[in-house]
């Protein structure tokens, strides 16, 4: 039990990470460009929804309000938008902003996984995936699935994906 708290303290860590990464990706933001995204969001634009979802956790152009910024991240991710997908299942893993929730957080980190073609969302929904399958977190552990969702991150790069395998290398 120790371990696997220790190990949710980490993804928490790292989901930092991605919100820090999430936030330097971003276009700046006013308060008269919340209220352009917000009438795009409402039209169903999948990638303003995302960005008012990012607007709403962040307080970017209107104050923190997590509830609402769920609403439009999953608005977006029931859309196939992978920034939407990876960022919601991380808050369905950390618990930061929803109730935790492994089922919808496997379910979106799987999705998002698998959208090669959004790099930089796509390798930290790779790495907590694996982290999910290696540690058991809300599944049946299975570790030779999270080996291979951590070499699939680190080979684009991911820091933390690369220092896991070299933890799990140094084990054997």
Not at 48 to 54: P, T
């Amino acid at each position: 039990m120790k371990n696997k708290t220790r190990i949710l303290k980490r993804v928490k860590g790292i989901f930092i990470g991605v919100s820090i990464l999430l936030t330097v990706m971003s276009c700046a933001t006013t308060a008269s460009r919340f209220k352009d995204m917000k009438q795009s969001a409402e039209t169903g634009n999948a990638g303003a929804q995302y960005e008012l979802g990012y607007m709403y956790y962040n307080g970017k152009g209107t104050p923190v309000d997590q509830k609402k910024a769920v609403y439009w991240f999953s608005k977006s991710a029931e859309q196939e938008f992978p920034k939407a997908q990876v960022i919601l299942g991380a808050i369905y893993l950390t618990g930061k902003g929803a109730p935790i929730d492994s089922k919808k957080a496997f379910s979106l980190l799987t999705k998002g996984a698998k959208q090669e073609y959004d790099e930089k969302a796509s390798h930290y929904a790779q790495f907590l995936l694996g982290s999910m399958y290696y540690h058991g977190m809300g599944i049946p552990a299975n570790k030779s699935k999270g080996i291979y969702w951590f070499k699939k991150s680190a080979d684009q790069g991911n820091s933390a994906a690369i220092k896991m395998l070299k933890k799990i290398e140094s084990r054997k």
